[in-house]
Every structure is written in C-alpha cells, then in structure tokens.
C-alpha cells in the first residue's frame, strides 16, 4: 500500500502526513476498498487547467482531476491532481479553514476512486455527505459546516 503526495510549481502546506495517510485508508477500508498505490499531485491553477484541457477536453479551472487505474473493482490506484489555488480560494469563498477544504478535497478525490459521482444534484449531495463523514474522521477534525441531511 503506498499513498504519495508530490508538488509541482507549488506547496501544498499539508501536515502531518502519517496521520492524513492513515485517515485515507481509513475511508477507503470503510467503503470496502484497499489501497494500492494513491498518488496526489498538488499544483497549481495552471497546471491543472493544462491537464483538464489535455487529458479530458475541458477548458476549466477545477480543484481537483482524478485518475483511476484501478484494475481491480475492490482496489485503488489511481492519481489525483489538486489545484492548491481553487483549494485556497474556495477556502475563502466558503468562510473555512484551508486544512478543512484540502482535507475536503481530498477525500472527494478518493471517494470517486471508490464510486461516488457529483454530476447531477443528488449526487453532490451524496458526495457532500460522504465528505462530511469523512472529515468528522479526522483525529483533530470539528463538525464541519453545510452538513447536508
């Protein structure tokens, strides 16, 4: 198992990694599934605008771009690129701590590697609960805000 975090043209300012690790395979154990190898690619606006424009067709800034290269339904492996830029804005946008929105955003890259989709409304509002779980699992984790029911 091997969860890699790697930073291009940016810093990601993420901390206590074992423990963010373990919260990663704490998640996906939950939903059923072991991890092979996770990689998560911080960068920038730029970046991930040029691999969302290259790899997916689509001329837009996101947060967040993931990869699955599961072979196996019950295993992940797959990369997951995070734009530290839209994660710090939408931290300010939303009134929230940057930890809290990077620790949101990267369970929502998981939980697509473990299934769930946001493309129509009750699928975001799935996925927001999920995340929602997923923070409140977090060792040092409040109850986050916007909780939806």
Request: net charge negative.
């Amino acid at each position: 198992m091997a969860i890699n975090f790697f930073e291009e043209e940016i810093k990601s300012s993420l901390t206590s990694k074992r423990m963010v690790k373990e919260w990663i395979k704490q998640i996906a154990g939950n939903k059923g599934f072991k991890i092979v190898t996770l990689n998560y690619i911080f960068c920038t606006d730029e970046y991930l605008l040029d691999i969302n424009i290259n790899y997916l067709n689509h001329d837009t800034y996101t947060d967040i771009v993931t990869f699955d290269q599961s072979e196996k339904e019950t295993e992940i492996e797959g990369d997951i690129y995070i734009s530290i830029d839209r994660v710090k804005e939408n931290a300010n946008n939303q009134q929230t701590e940057y930890k809290e929105e990077l620790l949101r955003v990267l369970a929502h890259g998981l939980l697509h590697l473990c299934g769930y989709k946001d493309k129509t409304k009750l699928d975001k509002a799935e996925m927001r609960n999920e995340e929602n779980l997923s923070l409140s699992l977090f060792p040092t984790a409040t109850v986050p805000r916007g909780t939806v029911k």
